[in-house]
């Protein structure tokens, strides 16, 4: 499990980006990828990552 932030999410469009604390590389993140936990700015954390359409995704996202 990596850990990050929520750098910034758009609950209207459903996606957003996290920061990973270690690498401070941004992943995107899909509402999908969220499990239903709702997300906002500054959030802290945990997160796996899958290679998606357009890159790496962060999934399975909660909040620690």
Do not use: C, P, S, W
């Not at 990828?33 to 959030?43: A, E, I, P, S, Y």
């Amino acid at each position: 499990m990596k850990t990050g932030i929520i750098k910034f999410f758009n609950e209207d469009k459903g996606y957003g980006f996290v920061t990973d604390d270690q690498t401070k590389e941004d992943f995107f993140v899909h509402v999908t990828g969220l499990n239903g936990v709702t997300v906002k700015q500054n959030d802290r954390v945990e997160f796996e990552t899958q290679e998606g359409r357009k890159g790496i995704n962060a999934v399975n996202v909660r909040k620690i």
